[in-house]
């Protein structure tokens, strides 16, 4: 099952839409989004939180369109605003 939808996420001062893409795989899931130009996927952790990985693509290792390392405040913001829609 695959489904899209979009969140706003606030970090520095300013609210930015994010496109995500849910994906159920067995008895977990995943969710992927394009971040600074970057694939990532974000999964659930044993915490009841979230982690952040770059995303493995088709097999493989996705090509960034940037060099830029993405925002890790922005991954951070990211994660806790999924902890709290999928809690």
Do not use: C, W
Not at 47 to 61: C, I, K, N, P, V
Not at 62 to 79: K, Q, S
């Amino acid at each position: 099952m695959e489904e899209t939808f979009t969140l706003p996420i606030h970090y520095k001062g300013r609210e930015t839409s994010i496109e995500f893409t849910f994906r159920k795989l067995g008895y977990t899931y995943k969710i992927f989004a394009t971040i600074d130009g970057h694939p990532m996927q974000f999964e659930p952790d044993e915490e009841g939180s979230f982690r952040a990985t770059l995303a493995d693509l088709q097999g493989d290792r996705a090509h960034p369109t940037t060099t830029r390392n993405p925002d890790r405040g922005l991954i951070e913001a990211i994660i806790q605003r999924l902890t709290v829609e999928f809690k």
